[in-house]
């Protein structure tokens, strides 16, 4: 028998556009362990309601039904911001931590990172807080450390790294 108040917890979580991740700390890492337990009811409940719940070994989310072109923006948005950090560092994936005064020092120092960023008018320190908070704002990241503002990235950004590489592969192939 599923949880009533967990079950309500990781909905209310995942429908905002969420991922639930197995290296989060604290209230979301049980969550996602509760419905890794509990994995088929909870799949067959979301698709009674027409919800496309995807659970993977180490992540899981909602997925998007609706605007079209409104999912193409976001990722496109995601794909910026991915390729940029995985420019700052290439070994960026599940288990990262990153400060923020780190990334703008590197920033700084890099006319190639500079030329990642959006907004040329917007100080550095701010686009890089902007980046990271949206991963925060969709489950990608967590603040680990407020003091020296670093954040840990979470199995979730295994979802946008595979999109972000068959994007990639795809752009090869037009190429060739």
Do not use: C
Request: net charge negative; glycine share 6%.
């Amino acid at each position: 028998m599923i949880n009533p108040i967990k079950s309500t917890q990781i909905f209310n979580y995942l429908r905002t556009g969420k991922f639930l991740s197995d290296n989060s700390r604290g209230a979301h890492k049980a969550l996602f362990r509760y419905l890794i337990e509990n994995r088929n009811e909870f799949i067959e409940i979301y698709k009674m309601f027409g919800m496309d719940l995807r659970i993977y070994e180490k992540y899981a989310y909602i997925a998007q039904i609706g605007d079209y072109k409104q999912r193409v923006k976001n990722i496109a948005s995601f794909l910026t911001i991915l390729g940029f950090f995985i420019s700052y560092d290439r070994a960026f994936g599940p288990g990262t931590r990153i400060k923020v005064s780190e990334i703008e020092m590197k920033v700084i120092g890099s006319d190639n990172l500079k030329e990642m960023l959006i907004a040329k008018s917007v100080p550095i320190r701010e686009q890089i807080e902007n980046f990271i908070g949206k991963l925060e704002k969709h489950g990608f990241v967590e603040l680990v450390d407020e003091i020296e503002n670093e954040w840990l990235v979470l199995d979730a950004i295994v979802y946008l790294m595979d999109v972000f590489e068959a994007v990639k592969i795809e752009e090869e192939e037009n190429v060739n």
